[in-house]
């Protein structure tokens, strides 16, 4: 790739960093004077002995701290408070968390003035109340009263992520704006995916390229995933428990890296990645795949440690396309320039997710939908990647045709003269459905002639002799030189009347030779079928024999050999 190319993809690569920065950091669906309220969960691990009066009463240790995932799976109580807020009629408050592994959750919803409301949900009844981006809704009653305090119980919760992870309170109006944004992004994001996927589809059809078959593979997952981590799969199928939603997204985010990869793997030459490389990738798959099933079976029994391995599988699946960038860099892929500036932006996010997962950087909804708003910037990057790779392959394969092509030529073209040779004037003979009428030509005395003018003049005495043959023949009637001082020419029988060999010999005769010569040409013709190569074997003896007669009569005449007309 060229460096303008280069630094033109660089840019626009940069660009939507930005625009994906500003998003996540001031995202649209915040609007100025944002009243949202996002108080921080404190925890405290159940193990039967605690009440909903020992939370609110301080009688044990709450953990308020930002990792919730250090205190493992289990059943938790979670205080929100600090906060005071009204659920007014015309615009009710809701309550919003991400969508995490929970068996079931039950609000208790304290208000200044003692009164508390009670919402339950579980796994099974979930789905109804997931908004766009997978958030769990829940209404909470109208009073007007403040609400001050909410204790939720939480039970089965794999806590890998949180237990009540990223809570937040605000207004209906206020989650009906993000649903918008989110749901524009999510829109945007899969109508690409069909157009894209529809375009390399076509492009397949005229391509055939491995590459592409991997790249729509990876589209197909990559739209599965973003409709079922959107909530989608829940607002189409609202009887699902959420738990098995959340399963569907373990296997399906495992999908989009493993059909990356495979894509990563054809994206390049064939010449780039060594064998052992390719072993290992298909190694790393299939790990992949197994830890990913193992978490999808098993879960939630050891949900942790599934989490972990499929984790770490996942990992291990994405470093694979480490080394692939550094064989391309070292054998100098004409490709990784672009591939690059294309799947930077995945690659990175994908990388920060996997370390999240292992608990090595705090989570949050954004790093957890990453995957989109990256996909998102690779899907528009990729079509430029993908369109530069099929331009290449189409400047080699119009490159291969033309040298194809010139091969042919040169296989078929006499190299003196530049007409069809004895092979080309075969394939256009052979097979003829109707009597034709055969005229061999030959040089009378040419060994003289080289004798006299030399072997370049003799060469320039066939081409102004193949020249002439060529302006006689009637269009499209096959015309060679056979070798030698051998011509042909060869018309339908019912047309031999437009075609007078006196003409031809006066021609001859009178054209302008090297040195002044004089030369003459002797003409044998015969007519018969062509149907076989036989029949061909024939048909040239005939008109050999009354070339010969020609000859031997004194040249410059033509005879005519009738014995096997048809």
């Given amino acids: 790739m060229d460096s303008r190319t280069g630094s033109w993809l660089g840019r626009s690569l940069a660009a939507m960093f930005a625009l994906l920065a500003i998003f996540v950091s001031s995202p649209a669906v915040t609007a100025q004077g944002d009243t949202r309220i996002r108080p921080v969960p404190c925890l405290h691990a159940d193990i039967g002995d605690t009440t909903e009066a020992d939370i609110l009463g301080g009688t044990v240790p709450l953990d308020c701290g930002a990792r919730q995932t250090v205190h493992g799976g289990g059943n938790f109580w979670v205080l929100l408070t600090g906060f005071s807020a009204t659920s007014r009629a015309d615009d009710p408050l809701v309550l919003r968390t991400a969508s995490v592994w929970q068996d079931a959750v039950t609000l208790q919803i304290r208000y200044a003035d003692g009164f508390t409301a009670q919402i339950a949900a579980t796994s099974a009844n979930t789905s109804p109340r997931i908004r766009p981006g997978a958030f769990i809704q829940y209404d909470l009653p109208v009073r007007n009263v403040p609400i001050n305090t909410i204790v939720a119980h939480v039970e089965g919760s794999a806590n890998v992520r949180g237990v009540l992870f990223s809570p937040e309170i605000l207004t209906r109006s206020q989650a009906a704006r993000r649903d918008l944004v989110l749901t524009a992004l999510y829109a945007g994001f899969l109508g690409l995916c069909l157009a894209l996927l529809c375009y390399n589809l076509m492009m397949w059809a005229v391509m055939r390229r491995r590459f592409q078959l991997a790249y729509c593979a990876m589209l197909v997952a990559m739209m599965a995933y973003a409709f079922s981590s959107s909530g989608a799969l829940a607002w189409v199928w609202p009887a699902i428990d959420n738990n098995d939603r959340l399963r569907i997204n373990y296997g399906l985010l495992t999908l989009v890296v493993a059909a990356a990869i495979a894509f990563v793997r054809h994206f390049f030459e ?135 092509t010139l091969a042919r030529l040169i296989a078929a073209t006499d190299p003196i003269t530049g007409m069809p040779n004895r092979r080309a004037f075969m394939a256009a003979a052979v097979g003829a459905d109707e009597p034709q009428r055969l005229l061999l030509v030959h040089i009378d005395g040419f060994k003289e002639i080289n004798d006299r003018i030399g072997h370049d003049g003799g060469d320039e005495v066939l081409r102004i002799v193949a020249q002439i043959l060529q302006r006689f023949a009637p269009r499209d009637a096959p015309v060679a030189r056979l070798g030698g001082i051998e011509f042909a020419l060869l018309v339908p029988a019912r047309a031999a009347e437009s075609v007078s060999p006196a003409t031809l010999l006066d021609e001859v005769r009178t054209a302008r030779m090297p040195s002044g010569i004089k030369v003459t040409i002797s003409i044998g013709i015969a007519e018969g079928p062509i149907v076989t190569e036989e029949d061909w074997t024939a048909l040239y003896r005939d008109a050999d024999r009354a070339r010969y007669r020609a000859s031997r009569d004194g040249g410059g005449r033509f005879r005519i050999n009738l014995a096997h007309a048809v």
Avoid: Q
């Fill in 270 to 404: 064939a010449r780039i990645i060594p064998r052992w490389l390719l072993r290992l990738t298909r190694v790393a798959t299939v790990t992949s795949l197994t830890a990913t099933t193992a978490l999808v079976v098993l879960a939630p029994t050891r949900f942790s440690l599934l989490d972990a391995a499929n984790s770490i599988a996942l990992g291990a699946l994405l470093f694979c396309a480490i080394p692939m960038i550094v064989f391309a860099r070292i054998r100098r892929s004409r490709f990784l320039t672009v591939f690059l500036v294309a799947w930077a932006a995945p690659f990175i996010f994908a990388v920060i997710r996997v370390i999240a997962n292992l608990g090595l950087i705090p989570p949050s909804f954004w790093i957890d939908n990453s995957t989109v708003m990256a996909m998102s910037a690779e899907a528009l990057l990729s079509a430029v990647a993908i369109a530069y790779r099929i331009r290449l392959l189409s400047d080699e394969r119009d490159s291969a045709r033309a040298s194809e």
